[in-house]
T-cell receptor, first 112, second 111 residues
């Protein structure tokens, strides 16, 4: 199994540009989440989904949108990129949250 | 105060040593606990769940103290390959089971 696949691995954006980070999992997991990781801040939850058609905000949702039209895919959209969104983004999925999460390999985003 | 706190380290230990990390959590309603390992510039990977009775997986032992709200990870006979950052995680009891990550403790095992 591929597990959790994130694309792209690296991206440089200009301030104000928009883009979508892709995340797909092939484990039939119900739960999917997006995190950002910044030095000294740990992993912070952006948005999450408990199933197709259901999404909710996490700790730091501003500037990001998500949708979950299928069980497999959970894209993260940056509406108008800002330098403060420079970070490493991880997508994660879980069959049930209490069983722990499987992470994708991450997207390193730089906004200039 | 952070919900999950860890000593950032680094912990520099010689090969073969035993090292222990502690982590405290502030939400007394937390129901599930984990340790993740994260190598430099890689994604976090689940190391082990932490059960109330404590649990062991090879050289790794995890303990939970609900009264004092802390979790520990003990690594025996440290290997060079154990060098990584160890993330402590606490999950709530809600339907989504939202988890909160600590910022991690860095371990460097020295030859």
């Amino acid at each position: 199994n591929a597990g959790v696949t994130q694309t792209p691995k690296f991206q440089v954006l200009k301030t104000g540009q928009s883009m979508t980070l892709q995340c797909a999992q092939d484990m039939n997991h119900e739960y999917m989440s997006w995190y950002r990781q910044d030095p000294g801040m740990g992993l912070r939850l952006i948005h999450y989904s408990v199933g197709a058609g259901i999404t909710d905000q996490g700790e730091v949702p501003n500037g990001y949108n998500v949708s979950r039209s299928t069980t497999e895919d959970f894209p993260l959209r940056l509406l108008s990129a800002a330098p403060s969104q420079t970070s490493v983004y991880f997508c994660a999925s879980s069959l049930q949250g209490a069983r722990g999460y499987t992470f994708g390999s991450g997207t390193r985003l730089t906004v200039v | 105060r952070k919900e999950v706190e860890q000593d950032p380290g680094p912990f520099n230990v010689p090969e073969g040593a035993t090292v222990a990390f502690n982590c405290t959590y502030s939400n007394s309603a937390s129901q599930s606990f984990f340790w993740y390992r994260q190598d430099c510039r890689k994604e976090p990977k689940l190391l082990m769940s932490v059960y109330s009775s404590g649990n062991e997986d090879g050289r790794f032992t995890a303990q939970l103290n609900r009264a004092s709200q802390y979790i520990s990870l003990l690594i025996r006979d440290s290997k060079l390959s154990d060098s990584a950052t160890y993330l402590c995680v606490a999950g709530d009891s809600g339907g989504y089971q939202k988890v909160t990550f600590g910022t991690g403790t860095k371990l460097q095992v020295i030859p």
